[in-house]
Every structure is written in C-alpha cells, then in structure tokens.
C-alpha cells in the first residue's frame, strides 16, 4: 500500500512527470526491498540462535557454513517476495520499459 504515495511517478507522459519522483519512487522501492529481504533474518536469528551454539559447541559445523546454507535456504523466499513486490510496484508506479528487463 505504501506504493500509492507515488502512484504514477515513473509515467514519462503524465503533465507533472519529474526525473526525481521518479528516481525517488526507485530509491523507495530498492530501500523496501532491502528491509524486506532482511527483516524474516533478524526474526529469526534469537529462535535460532541456542541450535546454533549447541551444534556449534559440539562441532558439528562452524558459523560460515551455518550463514551460508541459511542464506541459501533464504534465498527463494527472498527471490518470491521481491518479484512479488515489483509486479505490483511496476504497474502502480507507471514505470515503463521491458518488465523483464527492469525485473534483471
């Protein structure tokens, strides 16, 4: 819903079209997208945090392989979610372009 303040922005044609609502709308969108990704992370590190120590006291593994496989595991997840968000964000702000080509 947070789109809707810059409804239209990137919509070269529109009467009040300027390169920095436009730029802004991008800028929000690349800074929602960081929190987004980040967020489930820092949620979820304290729950998993006494699994960590345990296995890691045991040797089991050690933290760079814990991070890595955690983040791949992450990763889908993340990749859903931020498609998600720029289907609706492409349309709502009027960007226009190669939707493919802006979602690479």
Known sequence: FFALIFLGVGDVYATDYTTMSHFGG?????IGGMFQAAQPLLLR???DRAIFLREY???SYGAVPYFLSKSMIELPQSLIASFLTWIAVYWLMGFHGSFVYATL
Do not use: C, E, G, K
């Not at 991008?26 to 690349?30: E, H, Y």
């Open 26 to 30: 991008l800028t929000q969108v690349a």
């Open 45 to 47: 590190f304290p729950l």
């Open 57 to 59: 006291a045991t040797s």
